[in-house]
């Protein structure tokens, strides 16, 4: 079980750098992220863009003059580039540069050069909560916007193979509704029934589920007795799994803006970890995202 993202580098360190291609690498942050990533020990870079803009940058970071660049001015080209070294087995995690999202993930899932594994693609994200003795794991608040039943057991299994490679080997997960009770008109309490029956009859890796399950009664123990609630993760939980993008990303951004939270995140269901962090995160915050990517490509293998 990781701590925090202070004992995740410690562990990502333990077996040596992974390598790290960047698609379209002229972005200043990203530069930076991979100078703490190489400092650390956790990642070295494969950079794939434009080397005119590229090497200025590497001197302004303090990135090392040979570190392995490759010239490529179309970002399209870029991301395709990198994302085949990854296929090749020359890097273990591709990470997204100064391109737009959608053309990275065109790259990602190209029919032969990209990374698709037949899963869908969903969003991991990875908290550090103050007060909180170990990591916290939300899915789905980044990708997914209205998943229905079938995308939920995509997302459900794309997150604990990331948290058993992460770790954990039997993660407990709380399918997040607004209440206990299954009702034919709040169709995330009829989902969240049914992935509970799906994990009972074997669907899933070894996981402990309960759903449907409000917040208060996930967190706090003394809520799910206050309701007369029998809950064996209340307290515990490793894994929100959300009824939509809506509650992912508002939960996320309360714990970043209200508790001070640190967050980093994965994107999942290819056949590598990919890193694809928003251009206003923090080099530090990229840093975890990328830490994370790591261990989970060297667990994974």
Do not use: W
Not at 241 to 257: F, H, R
Not at 258 to 287: D, N
């Amino acid at each position: 079980m990781l701590e925090n993202f202070a004992h995740a580098l410690a562990e990502a360190k333990k077996s040596g750098a992974q390598t790290v291609a960047v698609a379209v690498a002229q972005d200043k942050d990203v530069l930076q992220a991979l100078k703490l990533a190489q400092d650390t020990g956790i990642a070295k870079a494969v950079l794939v863009g434009d080397a005119a803009e590229i090497r200025p940058l590497l001197q302004e970071v303090g990135l090392p003059a040979d570190t392995t660049l490759i010239d490529e001015k179309d970002p399209a080209q870029a991301a395709l580039k990198a994302v085949s070294l990854v296929r090749q087995g020359q890097a273990q995690v591709v990470m997204k540069g100064m391109l737009n999202t959608s053309d990275f993930l065109k790259a990602v899932l190209h029919p032969e050069q990209g990374l698709r594994s037949g899963s869908l693609l969903s969003h991991l994200a990875v908290f550090e909560v103050p007060g909180e003795n170990r990591l916290l794991y939300h899915t789905d608040g980044g990708m997914n916007i209205a998943p229905d039943l079938e995308t939920k057991k995509g997302i459900l299994k794309n997150a604990l193979a990331a948290l058993r490679a992460l770790g954990l080997a039997k993660p407990k997960v709380a399918v997040l509704t607004a209440n206990e009770q299954v009702h034919p008109k709040m169709q995330a309490t009829v989902d969240a029934q049914a992935l509970v029956a799906a994990a009972a009859a074997g669907e899933f890796s070894p996981c402990v589920i309960e759903g449907p399950i409000a917040l208060d009664v996930a967190l706090n123990p003394e809520a799910a007795h206050h309701k007369g609630i029998t809950s064996h993760i209340s307290g515990q939980v490793d894994l929100f799994l959300m009824p939509n993008i809506e509650t992912g990303n508002v939960l996320g951004k309360s714990l970043l803006y209200y508790a001070g939270a640190q967050m980093a995140g994965l994107v999942l269901g290819a056949t590598h970890p990919i890193v694809l962090t928003s251009r206003a995160e923090t080099p530090e915050g990229k840093l975890h995202s990328i830490c994370l990517a790591c261990l989970a490509a060297r667990r994974g293998n």
